[in-house]
């Protein structure tokens, strides 16, 4: 790695800053010998970044390649240069940020008074650049499904950035328009030169009023009882456009509307011919759930599907699933309920 490249060292710099500060929130609540060790890793990459010796390989003084490093920014040595000592520790520390990462993910079991949700999260590696995440606030349901270019630390790390923005652009109250422009700001400050994200953010209300905005992301999938719609994306990627304007799409659900969104992790697993599963299959299967299926069968059955295609050909890349079915009625029995007691 050119020392040179200041972009992307700069870049870097300020992707280990905010891992670090995220670190240092889980360590407030969580202390432990594994995590203060990784934050010195992190520690460690931002001094070298700061004396010029970032990308520089300790032992044999060489440059440590620009792929391994993009992957993970932590790295000291060149591959072929780590003891087998070494090379079990940087296994403990891809374990320990999946780890980290999982933690970041909705709750399994997460239930919202009017809503049905389920998905399903599997990395292709130890870390992953898929982001999903169901927010409520304020009597509304937000969510968003992103997938970071590139492979490993660095797109992980990016997209638990990703969800710090979100998470910290929300309580704001903009409209989904502005809510995306900055996102999309604030992601470009923190990605490297040639990295960006697909993304889809979605919006209900308690009363079933559905927005929409896909930024580059696969189509999302709105499944009722006339059929299955898909939306298709309407604006570039994060990272790939300005301030311009965002478009978004409205839509109103009805009870037992479900809302499907995925990664190519999906909609691109292949088979031992080399063929994709593809988005109009993943839409066959969701029309053959309704009507209405609630979602935790609807994930599962995907699972099923996907691994029957596949076969014996191993995952190669991130899968991620979520399924969100608009059902007022689990929020008035939820009222009632509150009510009696």
């Known amino acids: 790695m050119a020392i040179g490249e200041t972009t992307y060292v700069n870049s870097v710099r300020e992707q280990l800053l905010a891992g670090r500060t995220r670190l240092a929130d889980v360590l407030a609540d969580n202390e432990s010998e594994q995590m203060l060790r990784l934050l010195e890793e992190v520690d460690g990459a931002l001094h070298r970044i700061d004396h010029g010796a970032f990308g520089v390989c300790e032992v044999c003084a060489g440059t440590v390649p620009a792929g391994d490093l993009l992957e993970n920014p932590l790295l000291r040595v060149c591959l072929d240069c780590l003891t087998p000592k070494q090379q079990r520790a940087l296994e403990y520390d891809l374990e ?94 923190s990605a490297l030169p040639n990295q960006y994200a697909t993304l889809v953010f979605g ?41 311009e304007t965002v478009d978004v799409v409205r839509a109103v659900l009805s009870p037992g509307d479900t809302v499907v969104l995925y990664t190519d992790g999906v909609s691109e697993a292949s088979n031992r011919d080399g063929e994709e599963y593809g988005v109009e299959a993943l839409r066959r299967l969701v029309a053959e ?18 691994a029957a295609f596949r076969g014996a050909e191993e995952r190669a890349d991130d899968e991620t699933l979520l399924a969100i079915q608009y059902a007022p009625e689990t929020g008035q029995s939820a009222a009632a309920e509150a009510a009696g007691a």
Not at 294 to 299: I, M
């Open 96 to 189: 320990l940020a999946a780890q980290i990462q999982k933690g970041l993910l909705p709750p399994t079991d997460l239930a919202i008074a009017g809503w049905e949700i389920s998905y399903h999260y599997q990395p292709a590696g130890m870390v992953s650049g898929d982001y999903c995440d169901v927010i409520k606030d304020d009597g509304r349901l937000n969510f968003i499904m992103a997938d970071v270019s590139g492979k490993g630390v660095a797109a992980a790390m990016l997209a638990s950035n990703l969800r710090a923005v979100f998470r910290s652009l929300i309580p704001l109250r903009l409209s989904v328009e502005e809510l995306m422009v900055r996102a999309n700001r604030l992601f470009h400050e």
């Open 203 to 243: 919006r209900t209300s308690n009363h079933g009023e559905l927005e929409l905005a896909n930024a580059g992301h696969l189509p999302v999938l709105l499944a009722g009882k006339s059929g299955v719609t898909a939306f298709e994306s309407n604006c570039k990627p994060l990272g790939f456009f300005s301030d």
């Open 289 to 306: 759930q309704q009507p209405p299926c609630c979602p935790s069968k609807l994930v599962q059955a995907c699972k099923q599907r996907l």
